[in-house]
């Protein structure tokens, strides 16, 4: 969705343009039927989406060592 997002608002441009819609086929096949606004406003802010992606890519590494070291460290993980 990061790269599609990039693009997107040509995407909508060239729709204008030629009279063609498929901005919103793109967002109704990511999103379907019901949910093609969120899939809309997603794409329309790459810049968010791109900050969520770096901090999910980034900050998640070794997230679950984390939590096996604390549960570890409770007492069910010592008695287990």
Do not use: H
Not at 14 to 19: F, L, P, Q
Not at 35 to 63: C, F, H, M, P, W
Not at 66 to 80: F, M, P, Q
Request: no cysteine; proline share 0%; glycine share 8%.
């Amino acid at each position: 969705m990061l790269d599609i997002s990039k693009i997107y608002k040509e995407i909508q441009e060239e729709d204008k343009k030629a009279g063609t819609n498929r901005a919103q086929a793109l967002v109704e096949t990511l999103g379907g039927k019901n949910r093609s606004n969120i899939a809309s406003s997603i794409l329309l802010n790459g810049d968010i989406l791109e900050q969520v992606y770096n901090a999910s890519k980034n900050e998640s590494t070794g997230s679950a060592q984390k939590e096996l070291n604390t549960y570890l460290d409770s007492v069910e993980g010592k008695t287990t």
